[in-house]
C-alpha cells in the first residue's frame, strides 16, 4: 500500500499549484481522503477532506474558497487544487487514506487516516 504526492514546487504568491496523490495497493473507493500541510516549527494540519463518494467534503477556515478537493476514481488519484496561494501556504503537504469514515463522512484530523504519503514540498515566495 502507497500513496506518492506530486506537483509541489516554488510559487509565487497569487499563484497557483495542483497536487496530485497516486494510491497504489489499494483503491479510493471505501476510503475517506484528506490533504493535511506542516509547516517549520508547526504542527501538522488538516486543509482538506473528502468522503470516498465526494458527497462531504470539509476545509480549514484559512483555505476554504481557495483550495478544492477532488478524487479521480478511474486513476485511483486524489488532486488538491491550490490557487490564490499565500506565503502562509508554504509547507509539506501530506495525502491520507482512511476506511473508517469511507463513503459516509471525513475528518480533518489525523487519528482515522491509517494511510499517507511522503509529502510534497509546496514553497510560496512573497
Known amino acids: 500500500v502507497q500513496l506518492v504526492e506530486s506537483g509541489g514546487g516554488l510559487v509565487q504568491d497569487g499563484g497557483s499549484l495542483r497536487l496530485s496523490c497516486a494510491a497504489s495497493?489499494?483503491?479510493?473507493?471505501?476510503?475517506?481522503i484528506a490533504w493535511f500541510r506542516q509547516a517549520p516549527g508547526k504542527e501538522r494540519e488538516g486543509t482538506a477532506c473528502a468522503s470516498s463518494t465526494s458527497d462531504f467534503t470539509n476545509y480549514r477556515d484559512s483555505v476554504r474558497g481557495r483550495f478544492t478537493i477532488s478524487i479521480d476514481h478511474a486513476k485511483n488519484t486524489v488532486y488538491l487544487q491550490i490557487n490564490s496561494l499565500e506565503p502562509g501556504d508554504t509547507a509539506v503537504y501530506y495525502c491520507a487514506a482512511d476506511r473508517l469514515y469511507g463513503s459516509k463522512a471525513c475528518a480533518l484530523l489525523e487519528a482515522p487516516y491509517e494511510y499517507w504519503g511522503q509529502g510534497t514540498q509546496v514553497t510560496v515566495s512573497s
Open positions: 495497493g489499494f483503491t479510493f473507493d471505501d476510503y475517506a
